[in-house]
């Protein structure tokens, strides 16, 4: 079993649509949960972070972990054709020397 | 501000060849990492260093090897190439090993590797 889950998609959506991204996890040690987004043929970049449990919102973009399920969520408001990108989750143990990544998760924003 | 550089971009190597990739950071970050990338596998981490000198093991370490002598350079030598080492390889650094601390990991733009 992978540490980390993560629908691989393709997520297809019209622009304006709310975007649901999800991961799912086995490491109940984990503390750090990250979401990054990686354009094609690019590395990839950190999009927002949490620690532990709860919901961050940085504009259009919320973050939500729920630590008792394994679970991370990332939501999309009034997506846009640039947020078309792969999105990667992932997370590390406090003191830890390595991320966790999921497989990513590839959107397209449909004009 | 340059931030990870990666050279080459792509290469195509022949079993059993050796070759260096090539890592370079100008943000003074401590923290380098190395990470191959395959469809459906995510990214998994190939070797670390916290520090210049310093380096140890990740995930999937076998047939790589590396070498910190700068704080800037990171490179990551291929001893005998497989074609299971056919995939996207990506450097990182960051501020710190936790990846989530003034901005988390920069990563370059990636080398692709393709062994025949």
């Known amino acids: 079993q992978k540490e980390v889950e993560q629908d691989p998609g393709p997520l297809s959506v ?7 991204l999800n991961c799912t996890y086995s490491n109940s040690a984990f503390q750090y949960f990250m979401w990054y987004r990686q354009y094609s043929r690019k590395g990839p970049e950190l999009l927002m972070y949490t620690y532990s449990s709860g ?13 008792s ?6 939501f999309i408001r009034d997506s846009q054709p640039s947020d078309s990108a792969t999105y990667l989750c992932a997370m590390e143990e406090t003191g830890a020397n390595n991320l966790f990544f999921g497989t990513g998760t590839r959107l397209t924003v449909i004009p | 501000n340059a931030g990870v550089t990666q050279t080459p971009k792509f290469q ?3 079993t059993g060849q050796s070759m260096t990739l090539q890592c370079a950071q100008d943000m003074n970050h ?19 260093s916290v520090g210049a000198g310093i380096t140890d093991q990740g995930e999937v370490p076998n047939g790589y090897n590396v070498s910190r002598s700068t704080t800037e350079d990171f490179p990551l030598r291929l001893l005998s190439a497989a074609p299971s080492q056919t995939s996207v390889y990506f450097c990182a650094s960051s ?15 990636g080398t692709r590797l393709t062994v025949v």
């Not at chain 1, 019209?14 to 649901?20: L, N, Q, R």
């Not at chain 1, 919901?55 to 630590?67: H, I, W």
């Not at chain 2, 401590?30 to 670390?48: T, V």
């Not at chain 2, 501020?95 to 733009?109: C, E, K, L, V």
Request: glycine letters at 12%; a positive charge.
């Open chain 1, 55 to 67: 919901n961050k919102e940085d504009g259009r973009f919320t973050a939500q972990v729920d630590k």
């Open chain 1, 14 to 20: 019209p622009e304006g649509a709310i975007v649901s």
């Open chain 2, 12 to 14: 195509v190597l022949k």
């Open chain 2, 95 to 109: 501020y710190s090993r936790t990846g989530t601390i003034n901005g988390g990991y920069t990563f370059g733009s």
């Open chain 2, 30 to 48: 401590e923290y380098m990492s190395w990470y191959r990338q395959d469809p459906g596998m995510g990214l998994r981490l190939i070797h670390y």
């Open chain 1, 69 to 74: 399920s394994k679970y991370i969520s990332l």
